[in-house]
């Protein structure tokens, strides 16, 4: 008997208890993704599992190819066995033209981060939005969300601005630098969001918006062990105001540690980081992961 898990080569067969399983094999493909923790964290799932789960970057800077090659990867890595591939920066945008179908969300947002090669097709997935949303729910249960402030307009920030409208913020304003880039991507959501108001607003103008915030969410680069720093002023920051952070590495970034200070509750980016890595490893194997277990690995890995 076969159990066909929409793979174009790979199968659970059984005969009595006897089980055999054939290897995954799973990239992440971008740029500077050397230093991820994704691949270690999905092969130890895997493994616990009893899968044979193997995980590989493929980093497009080093193997000297541009963003715009990333269909030449898709081609070489169905070519090659992959089952699928996690795509990063600056790819997300760019690998949908050479996909054959996307999901909602991934068609909502613009932005594809997992590609499954399955047996019809190449489908296209975003876990970022569900992703930071679980999260979110996980690491600030009860926390007002009727005013919040997006910081970062990127595809990030896109991913977070959908999941926060979807967990029922009435109010939300991006922030960017570059306010054309914030008035663009507030329109996106609001046109889809429409019981919910979202404004753009100039990055000059948080002294005004955070004092009457109910929270803050960073998705800009800014903390990243290679971009230190405060994203904005920490006299801003107020104990009535929840700060989550998407930066993962490090866990602690100078925003979180000067909020805590503040008296502000908290979300690290290793929550985000966790759920959408989860519903990856889902949409690839077809397996429910244990997400505690790998929120535990994760925490050892980024120590």
Request: glycine share 12%; aromatic share 6%.
């Amino acid at each position: 008997m076969l159990y066909f898990y929409e793979r174009t080569s790979s199968y659970i067969s059984w005969d009595g208890d006897a089980v055999a399983r054939s290897p995954y094999l799973v990239g992440l493909v971008g740029q500077g993704v050397g230093p991820s923790l994704t691949p270690a964290m999905h092969m130890a799932e895997g493994r616990a599992h009893g899968l044979d789960y193997v995980y590989r970057t493929i980093d497009l800077t080093s193997a000297g190819l541009a963003a715009d090659q990333i269909g030449d990867v898709l081609t070489w890595a169905r070519a090659l066995g992959f089952d699928a591939l996690n795509v990063t920066h600056p790819c997300k945008q760019s690998v949908i033209p050479h996909l054959d179908d996307l999901d909602d969300g991934a068609r909502a947002l613009g932005a594809v981060n997992t590609v499954v090669f399955q047996a019809h097709g190449t489908i296209g997935h975003n876990t970022d939005a569900p992703g930071f949303g679980t999260g979110f729910a996980e690491g600030l249960p009860g926390a007002a969300t009727s005013n919040v402030v997006l910081l970062g307009a990127g595809g990030a920030g896109a991913a977070v601005g959908h999941a926060l409208l979807d967990l029922g913020a009435e109010h939300l304003t991006v922030v960017d630098l570059d306010v054309e880039r914030a008035t663009a991507l507030a329109g996106d959501l609001g046109a889809r969001h429409r019981d919910a108001r979202v404004d753009a607003s100039a990055f000059d103008k948080l002294s005004i918006l955070l004092p009457h915030s109910d929270g803050v969410v960073h998705c800009t680069p800014t903390g990243m062990a290679d971009h230190p720093g405060m994203p904005f002023d920490a006299g801003l920051l107020h104990p009535e105001l929840w700060v989550a952070d998407i930066v993962y590495r490090p866990l602690d970034t100078a925003l979180l540690t000067a909020a805590r200070r503040a008296g502000c509750r908290t979300l690290d980016g290793g929550h985000m980081a966790v759920h959408q890595a989860a519903i990856a490893f889902e949409l690839i194997t077809g397996i429910a992961p244990d997400a505690d277990r790998m929120s535990r690995h994760f925490r050892t890995l980024a120590q």
